[in-house]
């Protein structure tokens, strides 16, 4: 038996119609939604600059030059050096790798451990109990506390940084996770599925998850934002990455002690950051307006 | 009543949780918390003398109960670094953070309120738009680099305010207000971004209700038709102070090293150098506590706004 052609010559002028008429209706759609292009666009570029940085930067991100320190910006170096004689543009461009990376992470890392356990706690009612205590008492304890606590038990690395971030953000999953779940068990084709004699992971898998997918990506792009802060605000305390990896976190907090002298060493990395989290949170604004309106009183 | 005792009985166990958590924190770490303790330069012989004195030797749930007991009675134990009672340490510091929580509250709630209104009332024109602006601006950029922008506009550049540094309010209240300025609008920034989406939020809600067409229809003014309307937006509002209570306390512990003041935020990052962790696990354990009783009290608080809630 031999396939038809999918678009036989006739159709061809339908097809062009039905695309253009569907690009414009993107078009419209996205002129409706400018957070969230700005947002995107915004995240392109400082996602491509730090992937770029081995070519972009100018110089080595942690050569010293004991006789250039803390030089304004300049020529050679455009946004001057910091305390040891660094270039900070090339530093700045390396630094953004370790704050995407970690935002990224932990916004995995906590929206999974938070679907298992929210999950868990609206299937399962003898877990429903104990995670839930387990969830309240977390989020008793203030984000950046728990994170600098954890941080004071472990030696400093990426791993242990991405960690100490992850378990404060878990319980705001788990409660979204939860809330979803008391609502979509009580829905008939979920109802149907089990009256079936559908293993419960399937029925999590098949009718579940995919209906939680909308609000779990707002709510961790919100995650990833504040992933990002967490990570410079631990660095600039000193409890957070090891000096050896350039992040803009570590770079405030060595640019701390000549905030009167050389305030670009402070400056620009923490606009670059704060352009960084600026562009994922209109993603996330954008993403939840145009997904589903009734989100967002919700986050 | 009833009602009063049952929220508060509802409390013990996440207190229970916390405690334990706290406690089991030094044991999550790989390795002899004892070893953690005594830092890299400790011998063998400190460690071992370390481990007795810690009570580490002892099974975990005894370790446990001890602790417990303790805490119950008030004993929050020894700083190893320093060797004076945490109660102590912690009471030397306490008022410099107290003077920036409540004073960066007061600024949030005063500010956050009307331009969550303002918002909600001008929804979708440009009055509305900037609000907004503000508040994704507030919660992107760090709070360290608004507090080091603060600082080099106002301290250094103008000489209006003073650069760092805190002055105890028995030195005169010209002084200390003088230093808390700038730390409490940094703070306050992110605190108001928080609020006033939310004010905006449920204020918007309400006007499209039923009753506000009435009162509108009926003649009333524009300032008593978002009087009526925040009233009944209040419950959501109050929720969200009571929970911006945590962001409060972490945002704290950064302002005070933003500003060189010595409060109890900079004692934590001091105690994590120093692996002092009696100190760390108090101010977990206390501010967790802080954080309960807020909203216990916030709670309790609903009845006054919406008086259908009964038991």
Redesign the interface.
């Known amino acids: 038996m031999t396939m038809t052609s999918p678009a036989p010559a006739s159709a061809a002028p339908a097809a062009t119609e039905r695309h253009a008429r569907r690009s414009a209706r993107r078009r419209r759609w996205m002129r409706k939604h400018p957070p969230l292009i700005l947002g995107a666009v915004l995240l392109v570029l400082v996602a491509g600059l730090s992937l770029a940085a081995p070519w972009i930067a100018t110089h080595d991100p942690q050569a010293l030059d004991p006789l250039a320190r803390l030089a304004p910006p300049s020529a050679a170096h455009p946004f001057g050096t910091d305390a040891l004689g660094r270039d900070l543009f090339s530093r700045v461009m390396w630094g953004g790798r370790a704050s995407l990376v970690v935002g990224l992470t932990v916004a995995v890392l906590a929206t999974s451990a938070g679907v298992l356990l929210g999950l868990a706690a609206g299937f399962v009612r003898r877990a429903d109990g104990l995670v839930m205590r387990l969830m309240d008492g977390l989020m008793a304890i203030p984000d950046i506390l728990l994170a600098i606590a954890l941080m004071a038990v472990t030696r400093a690395s990426l791993t242990t940084v991405i960690v100490a971030i992850t378990v404060p953000q878990v319980p705001r999953v788990v409660r979204l996770v939860r809330s979803l779940a008391l609502s979509l068990r009580e829905q008939q084709y979920v109802e149907a599925a089990r009256a079936l004699g559908t293993r419960l992971p399937v029925i999590l898998w098949r009718h579940v998850l995919p209906n939680m997918v909308t609000p779990l990506v707002v709510q961790a792009t919100f995650i990833a934002a504040t992933a990002m802060l967490t990570e410079a605000l631990l660095s600039f305390l000193g409890v957070g990455l090891p000096p050896q990896i350039p992040s803009w976190g570590t770079m405030m907090a060595d640019g701390r002690n000549f905030v009167a002298v050389a305030f670009h060493a402070v400056l620009f990395p923490g606009l670059f950051l704060a352009a960084t989290v600026l562009s994922v949170n209109l993603v996330g604004d954008g993403l939840r307006d145009a997904l589903d309106p009734r989100l967002s009183r919700q986050l | 009543m009833r009602h009063l005792l049952n929220r508060v009985a509802a409390t013990l166990?996440?207190?229970?949780?916390?405690a334990?958590?706290?406690f089991l924190?030094?044991h999550?770490?790989?390795g002899d918390?004892a070893a953690?303790i005594a830092g890299d330069t400790a011998s063998a012989d400190d460690i071992a003398r370390l481990h007795a004195a810690l009570g580490l030797d002892r099974p975990l749930w005894s370790q446990f109960l001890l602790w417990a007991g303790r805490l119950a009675q008030g004993d929050l134990g020894t700083s190893i670094f320093t060797h004076v009672p945490v109660s102590r340490l912690l009471a030397q510091r306490v008022e410099p953070t107290l003077s920036i929580a409540l004073l960066t509250m007061t600024l949030a709630v005063a500010a956050s309120i009307p331009l969550g209104v303002l918002a909600a009332h001008m929804a979708g024109r440009w009055v509305d738009r900037l609000v907004m602006l503000f508040a994704?601006?507030a919660?992107?950029?760090?709070?360290?680099?608004v507090g080091?922008l603060l600082?080099?506009g106002f301290a250094?550049t103008l000489g209006w305010l003073p650069?760092q540094g805190y002055v105890p309010l028995s030195k005169g209240v010209g002084p200390w207000l003088s230093h808390l300025i700038l730390p409490c609008v940094n703070l306050s920034l992110v605190y108001t971004a928080l609020l006033t989406r939310m004010t905006r939020?449920t204020v918007l809600?309400v006007l499209h209700e039923d009753h506000i067409r009435t009162a509108r229809a009926k003649g009333l003014g524009v300032v008593a038709v978002l009087g009526h309307a925040l009233r009944c937006a209040a419950i959501p509002i109050v929720t969200t102070i009571g929970v911006g209570i945590?962001?409060l306390?972490?945002?704290v512990?950064?302002t005070e090293?933003v500003f060189a003041i010595p409060g109890i935020g900079r004692l934590?990052?001091d105690?994590?150098?120093r692996?002092d962790?009696p100190v760390?696990?108090s101010?977990?354990l206390l501010?967790?506590g802080l954080?309960?009783l807020v909203n216990l009290l916030i709670d309790l608080s609903y009845r006054l706004f919406d008086p259908r809630i009964r038991a």
């Open positions: 166990p996440v207190m229970a949780v916390v334990v958590l706290v924190l030094i999550l770490s790989p918390p953690l994704v601006l919660f992107s950029v760090p709070v360290f680099l080091y600082i080099y250094i650069v939020a809600d945590a962001f306390i972490g945002g512990v950064v090293t934590v990052i105690s994590v150098q692996h962790y760390i696990q101010v977990l501010s967790a954080y309960v």
